[in-house]
């Protein structure tokens, strides 16, 4: 009796013990589910790959999510969350845009960070290399965009010591440039501070 019931507790403490280390899943989509039933050319949607990513978040777990990108750049998104998790940079949650039916703003307005997006840019019509999934869009409250008197999200603050902001230095934008990548938060037209793209033609 006594030992039962000692066995039964190791097993509660085990519980408890392996519940710590689960990562709270924020996206768990199959392919189709992230491509969300928009009509997408079948020569983007067989370049496009659904990558499982951890990251702690703000609340001090880990979290597990997806990122939808090219297959070009599946090695450089999963170097770039590696990363982040050992340098315990947070990432609110990275769930595909068809979370939000396709929506964009939907998406920033939730802080989310996200790859491939079927829109173009910003405030243009020029085509996005988020349509190509060679762009990502890193935590846009603490990160917004910046056109003319415009902000995106409205909400957004931008404080560079605040954890989760990119800066020149941050270890994220140093990766990604190493790796090729543009950082958008110096651009001229709209200064993007969430935005980092890898223009693969
Ligand atoms: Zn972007």
């Known amino acids: 009796m006594i030992r039962s019931g000692l066995a039964l507790v190791l097993i509660l403490v085990g519980l408890a013990f392996a519940s710590e280390f689960e990562p709270i899943v924020d996206s768990r989509m199959n392919f189709e589910e992230a491509l969300g039933g928009q009509i997408i050319p079948d020569s983007i949607q067989l370049e496009l790959r659904l990558v499982t990513v951890q990251y702690w978040s703000f609340d001090g777990h880990i979290h597990e999510g997806q990122i939808l990108c090219s297959r070009l750049v599946v090695n ?50 020029t085509p996005s290399w988020h349509m190509k999934g060679l762009a990502i869009d890193f935590n846009p409250r603490e990160n917004p965009a910046f056109h003319h008197s415009r902000r995106s999200p409205p909400d957004g603050t931008l404080d560079p010591k605040a954890p989760g902001t990119l800066s020149d230095n941050s270890p994220v934008v140093r990766l990604l440039r190493s790796r090729g990548w543009k950082w958008g938060a110096h651009w001229r037209r709209v200064q993007d501070w969430q935005h980092m793209e890898k223009q693969i033609r």
Do not use: Q
């Not at 989310?112 to 910003?122: D, E, I, L, Q």
């Open 76 to 125: 450089d998104v999963e170097d770039l969350f590696e990363l982040l998790k050992r340098t315990h940079f947070p990432i609110r949650s990275a769930i595909p845009i068809s979370r939000w039916y396709g929506s964009d703003s939907a998406s920033m307005a939730n802080d989310n960070t996200s790859g491939f997006a079927w829109r173009t840019m910003w405030g243009s019509d």
